[in-house]
């Protein structure tokens, strides 16, 4: 009983943090209007308090008792209640149902970017930033989160993630979490500048840099992106680069900045990275150029661009997503799946997997050419992987395979019109935390369709692993014999 009302504040003491943001942001409509945002002013004192009281009567000094199932379930918690509890505010001041109060707020926290809201372009400032901060802040708090906050499920992170455990760029992890948020904020503060020089407004470039180093993609106009660049061309450069940015990982951007570009460059994740992002630049040109009448701006800016954006998980988009021909969908589809690197701001199953996968496949085919004679090893840079590492590691690729391919099947059953290509793109970039629609999601689309996408966010961001995992505890723990 105790166990269980520390694990419920844990969840709650995250609120101090985003409360304490949210009160400070209701104050930017003053600079607008004259008046401060109401709702989000005492909804946000209200949620400092409570995380406060959390933190202060329940967590401090109880949280070094807290178990791996208790760490598994807070972790769990506060990503379905921090939504949950920062949706009644946009519920209240917008005046939405609340299934889309929480599908804003999901797609917030988890840096999808999906969203059901229309007449963005005529928001209140202090709601397009608080959109924008909720993916800012989200995206990095979920590493933060596992390596200062909740230290405690560091062993089981690194069993289940294997390579995608959370990375240390130091041997202290407070020294890594803080080097970590001191390159957001250097990258986030440098992009707005760079984005207000190329044309951009203060308020676009604040939320559209924001949402692309969180690789986010939410924005202040319905059009995405395209308004933004339809006043601000320029803007382009600098959005490129931070969606670039935004993909790769916290610890061979360390590097980068340090200018250790040999040891950058002996990641191997990063080659492939770098190799990935190529193909989503040239391949669209390669398909279109040939048989479309586009000329090879049109195809960098409606193609190139989109499918860029798609890989990294960003989001944004130049043109209607749904007009692209087939085989640009499909390969941004599969570039989605995949995500960009580990310890990043990203979804999608990451490209350290896919180099997983692929040297299994290589090893796996050899020894059987050999008859057993030479052994199935897979080996990332100077580590032999163990046998359950890289199980866990092609686990987590069928795991999310299953998950978009159920929730396209879903789709498609609550929104029988849809085109299956489109309910597949709908629900990979859900998954993995992209943000780019075919249309499928809007204002006016079935409840069914509204929440197959929230689950299917959810666990994305979680990685499925840690449910599973926590389902498998629960398990044991009422039935040890099954388990055994």
């Known amino acids: 009983m105790i166990r269980g009302i520390v694990v419920i504040g844990l969840a ?22 004259g008046f401060l945002n109401v709702v989000f002013a005492v909804f946000g004192l209200i ?5 406060y009281v959390a933190y202060k009567y329940i967590v401090q000094g109880s949280a ?45 926290f988890t840096g999808t970017g999906l969203t059901v809201l229309v007449g963005l372009d005529t928001l209140k400032p202090s709601v397009l930033v608080w959109r924008a901060f909720m993916q800012w802040t989200g995206e990095l708090g979920i590493i933060v989160f596992a390596t200062v906050l909740m230290p405690f499920i560091w062993r089981f992170s690194h069993i289940l993630y294997s390579l995608e455990r959370p990375v240390r760029i130091f041997i202290s992890l407070k020294r890594t979490a803080y080097r970590v948020f001191q390159l957001y904020v250097v990258i986030t503060v440098t992009g707005i500048i760079a984005c207000v020089i190329t044309g951009m407004s203060v308020l676009d470039a604040v939320v559209h840099v924001m949402t692309a180093i969180a690789t986010g993609g939410m924005s202040t106009y319905d059009a995405n992106y395209e308004r933004v660049y339809e006043y601000a061309p320029l803007s382009i450069y600098p959005i490129t680069v931070l969606m670039f940015l935004g993909g790769v990982s916290f610890s061979v951007l360390s590097l980068l900045i340090a200018r250790e570009f040999k040891r950058a460059w002996l990641n191997e994740e990063f080659k492939a990275y770098l190799y990935l992002t190529l193909a989503a630049i040239v391949l669209p040109l390669v398909l279109v150029l040939p048989r479309v009448n586009w000329s090879v701006a049109d195809a960098l800016i409606r193609g190139s661009f989109n499918v860029l954006s798609g890989f990294t998980t960003t989001g944004f988009n130049i043109g209607s997503i749904a007009s692209l021909p087939v085989d640009i969908k499909a390969l941004t589809i599969v570039l989605m799946f995949i995500g960009s690197m580990s310890f990043s701001t990203v979804g999608g ?9 692929i040297k299994a496949l290589k090893s796996y085919v050899t020894s059987t050419i050999s008859g057993g004679v030479v052994q199935p090893l897979v080996k990332l840079g100077d580590s032999m992987l163990e046998e359950r590492e890289v199980f866990n590691n092609l686990l987590i690729i069928i795991l999310h395979f299953t998950s978009v391919l159920t929730g396209a099947f879903l789709v498609k059953v609550f929104m029988p019109t849809a085109d299956l290509l489109d309910a597949l793109f709908e629900t990979t970039s859900a998954a993995s935390a992209v943000g780019l629609s075919t249309g499928i999601t809007s204002l006016h689309a079935p409840l069914g369709v509204k929440l197959v996408l929230i689950v299917l966010m959810y666990m994305g961001r979680l990685e499925y692993m ?17 388990v055994k």
């Not at 949620?47 to 995380?51: A, C, E, H, P």
């Not at 918690?77 to 509890?85: D, E, G, I, R, Y």
């Not at 199953?349 to 996968?357: D, E, F, S, T």
């Open 349 to 357: 199953i990451k490209v350290v997997r896919l180099v997983i996968l």
């Open 64 to 108: 070094a008792g807290i178990g791996l199932f208790e760490s598994l379930l807070a972790f769990s918690l506060t990503w379905l209640l921090v939504p949950a509890f920062f949706s009644i505010p946009l519920l209240l001041y917008l005046g939405i149902p609340p299934v889309d109060a929480l599908f804003e707020s999901i797609s917030g």
């Open 466 to 482: 840690p449910l599973l995992a926590l389902i498998g505890l629960l398990v044991y723990r009422k039935h040890p014999v099954l």
């Open 47 to 51: 949620y400092s308090v409570v995380g």
């Open 12 to 33: 709650f003491t995250v609120l101090l943090p985003l409360g304490v943001a949210m009160t400070l942001i209701s104050l930017i409509d003053i600079f607008s209007t």
